[in-house]
C-alpha cells in the first residue's frame, strides 16, 4: 500500500485512532500527546493556518473594478439586457457612454456579469450631460435568482437621476430601497451638494441591518458631503445581488439626447467583522452604552468643511444712497451644506458710513432682514460672519449719502462647526472739521437693525475749544433722547460710553463760544 494512503488504525478496544499526514515520513500517522493518548493534529486548511497556528480572518472576500478601458464593454463583466431604440453605446477614452436619444418608452439596461453578496459596497463615477424631462437614470444593486442569475425584481438599492425630482436644480437625487417585490420606497429629492451635470462618485452601502447611500466629490480629499440611511424595506441580507445601470426615455420624447456617463464602477464585497461592547448599538442608557463618556465637551474655532464657495459679489461704487442686493445663494434643504455666511466688505464715502444687511427667506421670494452691521467708511476690509437659519440667504450694502470711491463686497459659504472669532469692536471718524462759534455737529444715524450684534457706543473727542458731547439712541430713528454726556475742556481728549438698548444710535457735538482751530470726533460700535 502506497505511504499516502491512509489504513484504519484502532485501539485496544478496537476503536479507530485519528491520523494526520506526515510529510516527512510521506505517510498518515497516530498523534499522540505526552500523555500518550491518541489526538488529533489540525493540519493547513482554507480557514486554519498552520505555520502561525491561528485562525484565518479574512473580511474582503471580492474585489471587483470596471474602468472601461479598450472600445468596448468587457464582456467578461458586463452584459447588455438591453439597448433601447435609439440609443448608443460607446466605449472611449476611460468612459462609458450611453446616449439615451429621443425615442420615447425606450431603455438600456446593462448588468454586471459578477455576482455580490451582502454586506457590499458600490461606488460609481458618473454623471448626465443635461438634466431634462421625460428622463430617467438609474445605478442600482439589485437581487438576482440563484438559478438564473437575472434580476427576479425582489430586492434592490439605487440612486435615481429625475429631473421631475427637483426641476430648479442639478444637485438632487432619490435613493431607492425594495424587499421581497414590495413597491420600491424612495426617497424624496435630496439634496447631494454637487451638480449631476458633473462627475462625482454616487456610493451604495448594503448591510444585513442598514442601508446607506453617499455622494461626494471626485478626487477630492474631503469627505462625504452627503449621507442618507434607510432601515425599512431594506434588501435582504441573504440574497444574490448584480450591479445594473439603466437610462430610460419615458412616454413622452424628450426634448434632446442625454449622455449617462462613467468612468469607473468599484464593488468592495466584504464579510462584516463586527466587534461590540455590551450591546453599544447607539445606546444612550449608561448601562448599555459604549465605554466611552465624554465629560467635556472640546470647543472647536472655526473648523470649515472643503467644500466652502467664495463669491466675490462686487466691485463696482454705489452712487449716494444706492443700495446693491447680491445672488440668492441656496443651502438646500434635506440637508444644508453651508450653515454660515461669511462676508468681506470694504467702503469708502468720504466720511459717510454704510450699511451691510443680510437677508434670509425659506421660499426664495419673501425676504427678511436678520442681521444688519454698520461700515465705516475708511477704506479697510472687514469680515463678519453670520448664522445661516433658512434656506435661502442673501447680502445687501446701503451706501449713505455721499457716492462712493471704492468698494468691495465678497461673500463665503462655510460649513463651520464651532465659533469663529471677528471684529469686535468697529471704529468711525465722524468729522475733522472745526466748528464755528456754538455750532453743533451731528453724526450720521448707525442703524444696528433687529439684531444688536454690538451692545455698547463708545465716543472719542478732541477739541481746542470748550464745549460738550452726546450719545444719543432711538427707537425709530426719529425722536432721538440723550443717553449720556459729557463737558470737554479747551484741548482735552474725553471719552464717554453707553449701553446700545436701542436700535438707532449717534454721536452730537456742541461747541462753545469760541470757534474751534481743531476738532476731531470719532465713535465706535463694541460687542462686549
Known amino acids: 500500500m502506497p505511504s499516502n494512503t491512509k489504513s484504519i488504525l484502532t485501539d485496544a478496544n478496537g476503536k479507530p485512532i485519528p491520523q494526520v499526514f506526515n510529510p516527512a515520513a510521506d505517510q498518515f500517522e497516530a498523534h499522540r500527546g505526552t500523555n500518550g493518548a491518541a489526538h488529533v493534529k489540525m493540519v493547513d486548511s482554507v480557514a486554519y493556518d498552520i505555520a502561525d497556528d491561528m485562525m484565518k480572518v479574512k473580511s474582503l472576500q471580492k474585489k471587483w473594478r470596471s474602468d472601461f478601458a479598450g472600445s468596448s464593454l468587457n464582456p467578461d463583466k458586463w452584459e447588455v439586457v438591453q439597448q433601447g431604440t435609439g440609443h448608443t453605446i460607446t466605449v472611449s477614452g476611460g468612459e462609458l457612454k450611453i446616449n439615451t436619444g429621443t425615442t420615447p418608452n425606450s431603455e438600456t439596461i ?51 437621476l429625475k429631473y421631475e425630482d427637483y426641476t430648479a436644480a442639478a444637485n438632487y437625487a432619490v435613493y431607492e430601497v425594495q424587499n421581497n417585490g414590495q413597491s420600491v420606497l424612495a426617497s424624496g429629492a435630496s439634496y447631494i451638494a454637487n451638480n449631476v451635470t458633473s462627475y462625482q462618485i454616487f456610493e451604495i452601502e448594503l448591510f444585513s441591518d442598514e442601508c446607506w447611500f453617499h455622494t461626494r466629490a471626485m478626487d477630492s480629499a474631503s469627505g462625504r458631503s452627503a449621507s442618507f440611511v434607510r432601515h425599512q424595506q431594506i434588501p435582504d441580507p441573504n440574497a444574490l445581488y448584480k450591479v445594473r445601470i439603466r437610462a430610460k426615455n419615458l412616454g413622452t420624447a424628450p426634448a434632446s439626447a442625454t449622455d449617462f456617463k462613467f468612468q469607473f464602477v468599484t464593488v468592495v464585497d466584504y464579510a462584516e467583522l463586527t466587534a461590540e461592547i455590551t450591546a453599544g448599538r447607539g445606546n444612550v442608557a449608561s448601562g448599555q452604552a459604549l465605554g466611552v463618556q465624554v465629560l467635556n465637551t472640546p470647543t472647536v474655532i472655526g473648523r470649515m468643511d472643503a467644500n466652502s464657495v467664495v463669491y466675490t459679489d462686487t466691485t463696482t461704487n454705489l452712487a449716494a444712497s444706492a443700495t446693491y442686493t447680491g445672488a440668492s445663494r441656496d443651502a438646500g434643504s434635506s440637508y444644508q451644506a453651508y ?3 461669511r462676508v468681506t466688505v470694504m467702503h469708502t464715502a468720504g466720511l459717510t458710513p454704510g450699511h451691510l444687511v443680510i437677508e434670509q427667506s425659506t421660499d426664495n421670494s419673501t425676504w427678511r432682514e436678520t442681521h444688519r452691521v454698520p461700515i465705516p467708511s475708511d477704506g479697510l476690509y472687514r469680515t463678519f460672519d453670520f ?4 434656506r435661502y440667504i442673501r447680502v445687501k450694502f446701503v451706501n449713505g449719502a455721499t457716492a462712493q470711491t471704492a468698494f468691495f463686497l465678497g461673500t463665503m459659504l462655510v460649513r463651520s462647526d464651532g465659533g469663529t472669532d471677528f471684529d469686535k469692536t468697529i471704529s468711525f471718524v465722524h468729522s475733522t472739521t472745526p466748528l464755528g462759534a456754538s455750532a453743533t455737529f451731528t453724526g450720521v444715524t448707525l442703524n444696528l437693525g433687529g439684531n444688536h450684534s454690538f451692545n455698547r457706543h463708545r465716543a472719542l473727542v478732541y477739541a481746542d475749544q470748550a464745549g460738550t458731547l452726546y450719545l444719543e439712541q432711538s427707537r425709530d430713528g426719529s425722536t432721538w433722547r440723550t443717553t449720556a454726556q ?43
Open 339 to 341: 450653515n454660515r455666511f
Open 387 to 390: 448664522p445661516w437659519n433658512h
Open 110 to 160: 446593462i448588468l454586471s456579469k459578477e455576482v455580490f453578496t451582502d454586506p457590499v459596497r458600490v461606488l460609481f463615477a458618473c454623471m448626465v450631460s443635461q438634466r431634462i424631462a421625460n428622463q430617467e437614470f438609474y445605478i442600482e444593486l439589485v437581487s438576482v435568482d440563484p438559478s438564473t442569475l437575472q434580476p427576479d425584481g425582489l430586492h434592490k438599492a439605487g440612486w435615481r
Open 486 to 528: 459729557a463737558s470737554v475742556s479747551a484741548g482735552q481728549t474725553v471719552e464717554l460710553e453707553d449701553l446700545i438698548v436701542a436700535r438707532y444710535v449717534r454721536v452730537r457735538y456742541v461747541n462753545g463760544a469760541t470757534a474751534q482751530g481743531a476738532f476731531e470726533l470719532q465713535s465706535a460700535l463694541v460687542r462686549q
